[in-house]
Every structure is written in structure tokens, then in C-alpha cells.
């Protein structure tokens, strides 16, 4: 069982798409990456859309 927070997969940085490091921060440009459970906005091609929080 992982920790809650915590996602499965390792996904690129937010802001440049660089290597996330375990603290939260990216190794490449330093921004803090959003919280697994952030607001999330998402639109695909066909016009189809998701929000989450």
C-alpha cells in the first residue's frame, strides 16, 4: 500500500516537464508540483472535458 499523497506513476514536472523529485520540487527548475488531490482541468480533442476537486 503507498502512502496516501503519493501517485503510482512518476509524471514530469508541471511547469517544465523535467524529473519530479521525491520532496515535491522538480530536480530541473524547482517549482513545488501541485498535490495529487489539486484541482485538475481537462480537455481533450471531440470536445470532451473533466474537472475534478
Given amino acids: 500500500m503507498r502512502p496516501m499523497g503519493q501517485m503510482s506513476e512518476s509524471v514530469g514536472c508541471a511547469q517544465c516537464g523535467g524529473t519530479v523529485a521525491p520532496d515535491g ?26 474537472v475534478s476537486g
Fill in 25 to 50: 520540487h522538480c530536480w530541473d527548475c524547482g517549482a513545488a508540483q501541485p498535490a495529487f488531490r489539486a484541482h485538475v482541468e481537462i480537455t481533450v480533442d471531440g470536445g470532451a472535458a473533466g
